[in-house]
């Protein structure tokens, strides 16, 4: 629901009433009122509130004060921020690059929660008064490197909760790891909003905008020849998997996610893709009609797999010693899943290379000896 059906859901005419608002809000000349909030994003519903921002040329005697304006059948929340902060936080944005390699925790430390919501909220709001004063600092805030920080902070704590998770899963503490897991959930949600253009960073709004994408981009495929749709699906799901089942398992369904969306995730932002196309399409994946056979052995817990400016790597937390690999071997690897067959990783690889079936038997051979050699299985 949008601001016009709600207000209209209310019984209230949308012009006139934002028209008085804004009016009523300002308390100077040079004052900027913004519509904003989830009704500015269509995903409000009819108990959701007004958001207001009014951005002030003057300093704040208080961080960021917040007022209720009760309208009636509805009220508006009144956040006032100052126009040097807005600026100081473009400034750091700025500083930023989407495209280049980073330290992830970088993210983390320049911008706290609330620095990411206000840029959401400046960069999708409606003016409502003072578009001349506005404009210029709206067309500052750039969408894609918002989004990178977005990644950048997932990718970060995703690293934190999975030293936390293993701790729990090896002192066998199931109960103390399902809070860590829906967490871990939750920042691989937000990885993936992020690589698809989303700056939305409220986790009470993932599965709407995850939905959304899935609707708007049902052909889009990653890594694994998995489409949106069904990935987000396997996500959604793994709320009930938490819950139900055996940490280790759930914690072990988590981490085939992120070895699809990370890394995925990463090298778009490094190869400089638009967000919001979707770029050369891999075919789906298609399981052989033999599922037979070895499976192959699962990736360990402690395993990450990301992208950086030389390519992707797989590595073990906490160690320096990173195996850097090719797409090719990044979709071999999303298959030592503990429940892949070798004739599964042989039928991936069949269809998107030109490969002989022989030499792919032998590089499945060849690559599981190298993992585990490298303790990464």
């Known amino acids: 629901m949008d601001v016009g059906a709600f207000l209209r859901f209310h019984r209230l005419e949308p012009d006139a009433l934002l028209s008085g608002l804004a ?17 500015s994003e269509g995903l409000g519903n009819h108990r959701s509130d007004i958001d207001i921002y009014r951005v002030i040329s003057c300093e704040l005697s208080t961080q960021d004060p917040v007022e209720i304006l009760d309208l009636g059948p509805v009220a508006a929340d009144v956040e006032t921020v100052s126009q040097s902060r807005v600026r ?73 909760l999975q030293i936390d998770l293993l701790g729990f899963l090896e002192s066998g503490d199931d109960d103390s790891a399902r809070p860590l897991l829906r967490q871990f959930r939750t920042r691989l949600g937000a990885a993936l909003l992020a690589a698809l253009g989303e700056t ?49 398992d759930a914690m072990r369904a988590l981490q085939n996610l992120r070895f699809i969306i990370v890394p995925w995730a990463q090298r778009r932002f490094h190869a400089g893709l638009a967000l919001g196309e979707d770029g ?18 699962p990736l360990r817990l402690d395993c990450q797999i990301q992208h950086d400016a ?50 792919i038997a032998q590089s499945i051979s060849d690559f599981q000896m190298v993992l585990a050699d490298r303790a990464l299985i």
């Open 88 to 160: 100081t936080l473009l400034a750091r944005l700025d500083a930023t690059d989407s495209d280049q390699t980073s330290d992830p925790r970088d993210a983390v430390a320049a911008f706290s929660d609330g620095d990411i919501k206000l840029l959401h909220q400046m960069r999708i709001g409606t003016t409502l008064l003072g578009e001349t004063v506005w404009r210029p600092l709206h067309s500052a805030i750039d969408a894609r490197r918002l989004a990178r920080l977005l990644l950048d902070r997932a990718v970060a704590w995703l690293g934190v």
């Open 310 to 359: 030389q390519g992707l790597w797989v590595a073990k937390v906490a160690h320096a010693e990173m195996l850097y690999i090719n797409p090719l071997a990044h979709e071999l690897l999303l298959h030592f899943d503990g429940q892949s067959t070798r004739a599964a990783a042989a039928a991936r690889l069949e269809a998107i290379s030109d490969a002989p079936a022989f030499e």
């Open 280 to 297: 050369a399409q891999l075919p789906l994946s298609l399981m052989p009609a033999d599922m037979t056979g070895d499976r192959l052995p």
């Open 23 to 39: 009016k009523q809000v300002a308390e100077r000349a040079d004052d900027v009122i913004l519509l904003a909030g989830s009704l």
């Open 200 to 248: 939305n960073p409220a986790e009470k709004w993932q599965i709407r905008l995850l939905e959304r994408q899935a609707q708007t981009r049902p052909d889009l495929r990653l890594p694994g020849g998995q489409s949106l749709p069904d990935l987000i699906a396997k996500w959604r799901a793994m709320d009930e998997v938490i819950g139900s089942g055996r940490a280790g």
